[in-house]
């Protein structure tokens, strides 16, 4: 079905940070919301991205951050703020959207409100990351990966390689790097974020 399976009036609920303050938004099955699309750059964010601007050569340096200005407002880069950011940047929609996909750290899609990633590449996997992927599963609710828990505070996801080898299993919640995680520690992890 070219529409996702989406009807008219089938609504779903992100629960990811919006516009609103992290308040429940209506959207579609692909994560756009029903309601008009309120600019991310104004106010004290375009006060910031024009002094984020004079440390650039051109305005086209300073897309990644402009990016994580967004994805830190909304909690993600959807469509709509992908053409805002060009417009301000004088680039184009697509080419911000080809930015945007290429890098894992933007999330194009609603998220929970914390955000966790957990190292499973070879040596992390050798020490047992696929437990504690598993336990993160079962105590934030998400039951699957990528899928964000049903009261909105988290989504789980499994990442290659968070440069900590060392401190099997590193887990990141947000920004905060967490180091040697077991299934055992996973509620005391939580209860942080809780």
């Known amino acids: 079905m070219a529409d996702g399976g989406w009807r008219k009036g089938d609504d779903r609920v992100s629960h990811g ?3 609103a303050g992290g308040a429940a938004i209506s959207t579609t099955p692909n994560g756009h919301s029903h309601e008009p699309y309120v600019p ?7 006060a910031k991205l024009d002094a984020l601007l004079e440390r650039y050569p051109t305005k086209m340096a300073a897309l990644l ?12 880069v959807s469509p709509e703020a992908m053409a805002e950011t060009g417009q ?14 290429f890098y894992t750290m933007y999330h194009q899609h609603p998220v929970g409100k914390h955000f966790i990633q957990v190292c499973t590449t070879t040596p992390c996997h050798v020490c ?14 998400c039951g699957e990966l990528g899928v964000t828990s049903g009261d909105g505070k988290y989504t789980v996801i499994e990442v290659e390689c968070l440069g900590a080898c060392g401190f099997a299993t590193p887990v990141m919640v947000n920004s905060d790097f967490i180091e040697s995680v077991t299934p055992e520690k996973v509620t005391e992890v939580l209860k942080k974020y809780g």
């Open 128 to 141: 047992g990351a696929e437990d504690v992927v598993k336990a993160f599963l079962k105590q934030t609710g």
């Open 17 to 19: 940070p919006s516009a």
């Open 88 to 101: 301000v940047l004088g680039l184009t929609a697509a080419y911000v959207k080809g930015v945007v996909t």
């Open 40 to 46: 991310v750059f104004t106010g004290e964010t375009k």
């Open 65 to 76: 951050p402009a990016l994580w200005m967004v994805q830190e407002a909304r909690g993600w």
